[in-house]
């Protein structure tokens, strides 16, 4: 059963910074691609961040980039979000998902995502 | 960067109602199109692929069309379990932009 699973939100002030993990189980982790969509409350989703199965090819959303890093560690089965100088508009709920490897590019499984909540 | 736009962002139906939901996007995608189903509290639920396959498992009164900038995402006969959030994303180019939802509600 392919599982995801989040950790790592929390409560934290502006200008702090976080990691995000998420772990992946119930499939070869190495050959698919990874995303990090957010979710803020009561509002749409809106795409972070895409990672390449091989970590050669990134992708960020205009209002994260220079400030979060997407890395993963396919030993591990495990993808990272590296959020640095965190802002007020960074709350959100933090989903990891998998892309298929249909060439559809769709996100076929998604984790139960993690808190983010940035707060003075 | 491609602009995903859904109408209308929220409608009210009934138990077997017909039920289409629009998105658009600012240029063509050909069929790079995705439709997901969020309920609150849970993360959302990949429905459709490619305008039109539907995942398995999903009930068969979904159903997707469309190619180009135009598409639509329809449930011939609305069931209680499908009072939720839609989404629609293109997955033609990054950024893998949703639209902005539509939210079906009971009437």
């Known amino acids: 059963e392919v599982q995801l699973v989040e950790s790592g939100g929390g409560l934290l002030k502006p200008g702090g910074s976080l990691r995000l993990s998420c772990a992946a189980s119930g499939f070869t982790f190495s050959s698919y691609s990874m995303n990090w969509v957010r979710q803020a409350p009561g509002k749409g989703l809106e795409w972070v961040s895409y990672?390449?199965?091989?970590?050669?090819?990134?992708y960020y959303a205009d209002s994260v980039r220079g400030r979060f890093t997407v890395s993963r560690d396919n030993a591990q089965n495990s993808l990272y979000l590296q959020m640095n100088s965190l802002r007020d508009e960074d709350t959100a709920v933090y989903y990891c998902a998998r892309e298929s490897i249909t060439g559809a590019r769709d996100f076929d499984y998604w984790g139960q995502g993690t808190l983010v909540t940035v707060s003075s | 960067d491609i602009q995903m736009t859904q109408s209308p962002s929220s409608l009210s139906a009934s138990i077997g109602d017909r039920v289409t939901i629009t998105c658009r996007a600012s240029q063509s995608i050909t069929n790079y199109l995705n439709w997901y189903q969020q309920k609150p509290g849970n993360a959302p639920k990949l429905l459709i692929s490619t305008a039109s396959s539907l995942q398995h498992g999903v009930p068969s009164r979904f159903s997707g069309s469309g190619s180009g900038t135009d598409f639509t995402l329809t449930i011939s006969s609305l069931q209680p379990a499908d009072f939720a959030t839609y989404y629609c994303?293109?997955?033609?180019?990054?950024?893998?932009?949703f639209g902005q939802g539509t939210k079906v509600e009971i009437k």
């Open positions: 990672i390449c199965s091989l970590s050669k090819t990134i």
């Open positions: 994303q293109q997955s033609y180019s990054a950024p893998r932009t």
